[in-house]
């Protein structure tokens, strides 16, 4: 099982990027689809979720900005950010399980993760 993500780099502060995380050795579709992200020295945030029935889920710090989708026939899921922010700067991971809805921003519930993809906002 294998989690690739990309699609990071540094962006001016109001821009946007969009996430990829390719799976492969899984199918997405049976699983719930996390984001989280790690800043310098804080823990790893859960930021938005995706579950099998489509369901989203997000944190307040990601609600109404970033969108979590996924492409069944690509095996891909994204993370659409928007308006980011000098707060978004992090590497930001994938994770696949099926937490429980109460759970899903809880690291120890997903089985497999992505590399991660740095992020970095700065004018």
């Known amino acids: 099982v294998q989690l690739q993500a990309s699609g990071g780099g540094l962006v001016q502060p109001g821009g946007s990027l969009r996430l990829s995380c390719v799976a492969s050795g899984i199918t997405l579709n049976s699983y719930g689809v996390s984001w989280f992200r790690q800043a310098p020295g804080q823990e790893r945030e859960g930021i938005a979720h995706r579950r099998t029935s489509g369901q989203t889920w997000y944190s307040d710090s990601a609600k109404g900005r970033f969108t979590v989708s996924r492409d069944s026939a690509k095996n891909t899921a994204y993370l659409q950010m928007n308006s980011l922010t000098f707060d978004d700067t992090a590497v930001y991971y994938c994770?696949?399980?099926?937490?429980?809805?109460?759970?899903?921003?809880?690291?120890?519930?997903?089985?497999?993760w992505g590399q991660g993809t740095l992020v970095t906002v700065s004018s």
């Open positions: 994770a696949v399980g099926n937490p429980i809805l109460s759970s899903w921003r809880d690291s120890r519930n997903y089985c497999h």
